[in-house]
């Protein structure tokens, strides 16, 4: 977890430090049985042959989640309790995939200006795959002291 | 006469019954992989943002009646958008289909009825979504 300090250290224009995550049928096969999102689109290669995506891919959610730990790493119990992600979904990730979690701070707020007396910051966010074709990009956002 | 009116009643129900069951299409029908592709899509940007997520896959129809702004404002109205969960089933009636969506809420599980229109390239799009039919021009 990030302390109070690192956090009120950050300012726009900080690149986050980025998370890389190898993705697998078998993480997809868990990720299926946790959430218990039957669709075989993400479990049955068979049947996701005959899908426009040709094959298995990632649950969007599965994906979205390397972002999620991607500014838990960055900011900590602040981006459990108050971050928000905004996001579009733009290519699926695949079994085989290397997907490459990134963000940067977009801005910070003043303190003064907010009726909880918190700074709003605003990420811009994105994951990419080995071939750095964007899978979802977006804005995280969350406040901080 | 009273005999007629009886064998018709019965035959109502008898059709209602079996309209009632049914039992949707099976994963196996080669018309199902591609529905629960858009809908697996469909949803994750719904999820993420709400009805303007999901404006980009409705059919041309819906865009002619409705901008995307008034068709947020007529979706909107229903609870947040969520995550799927499953597809408890797909029933397909001609060109629309039918598909019964279970959605991660954080009330808990959400059922919602999507339809969906085959278009011309065989592949589909949302036709309606529950407060999407308030969205008129």
């Given at each position: 977890m990030q302390s109070t300090e690192r956090i009120a250290s950050y300012k726009a224009g900080d690149e986050l430090v980025v998370i890389k995550k190898e993705l697998t049928q078998a993480k997809i096969n868990k990720y299926a049985e946790a959430s218990?999102?039957?669709?075989?689109?993400?479990?049955d290669p068979v049947f996701a042959?005959?899908?426009?995506?040709g094959g298995t891919i990632a649950h969007g959610m599965l994906v979205l989640a390397y972002i999620s730990e991607l500014m838990t790493a960055a900011f900590g119990d602040r981006w459990l309790v108050h971050g928000r992600l905004k996001v579009r979904f733009r290519g699926a990730a695949r079994p085989g995939d290397s997907v490459t979690a990134s963000g940067r701070v977009a801005s910070i707020g003043a303190a003064e200006n907010e009726s909880d007396g918190l700074r709003p910051v605003v990420c811009e966010v994105e994951c990419r795959n080995q071939n750095g074709e964007v899978l979802i990009s977006g804005e995280a956002s969350l406040r901080v002291p | 006469l009273r005999l007629a009116f009886t064998a018709a009643a019965l035959l109502s129900l008898a059709l209602f019954a079996a309209c009632s069951d049914?039992?949707?299409?099976?994963?196996?029908?080669?018309?199902y992989p591609p529905i629960a592709g858009l809908i697996a899509t469909a949803v994750d940007n719904y999820a993420s943002r709400g009805p303007y997520g999901l404006y980009?896959?409705?059919?041309g129809e819906v865009t002619v009646k409705c901008t995307e702004e008034e068709f947020a404002a007529a979706v909107g109205r229903r609870p947040d958008a969520a995550p799927l969960r499953s597809i408890e089933k797909v029933s397909i009636r001609g060109d629309e289909a039918t598909v019964t969506l279970n959605l991660i809420t954080a009330a808990g599980d959400d059922q919602a009825v999507w339809k969906l229109e085959r278009l011309p390239n065989a592949s589909w799009a949302v036709l309606e979504v529950p407060g999407s039919e308030s969205c008129t021009p």
């Open positions: 218990g999102d039957g669709n075989p689109l993400h479990t042959a005959a899908t426009q995506f | 049914d039992p949707g299409i099976a994963q196996t029908d080669p018309r980009p896959y409705v059919t």
